[in-house]
């Protein structure tokens, strides 16, 4: 199973500066928040916007 992480990083700055969530099943983006959640059920809110997804190295990176 590929589940996906995520990074978060400031806008303006060239790479991620942290992994805010390992393993994500579901990604929703809601009006200025991405809402991540886990195999699990677990969940993150996280304010920012999707900047890019990587599917080959399955990685998500929020920018904010």
Known sequence: MC???VYVKER???EPEERVFSDAA???CE???VVVT???GESKNLE??????DLVNNQVI???
Do not use: A, D, P, Y
């Open 48 to 53: 920012g916007e999707v900047r890019s997804i």
């Open 3 to 5: 589940l996906v992480v």
């Open 31 to 33: 009006e200025g928040k």
């Open 26 to 28: 579901h990604i929703e």
């Open 12 to 14: 303006g700055q060239s």
């Open 62 to 64: 929020v920018e904010r």
């Open 38 to 40: 886990g195999l699990f």
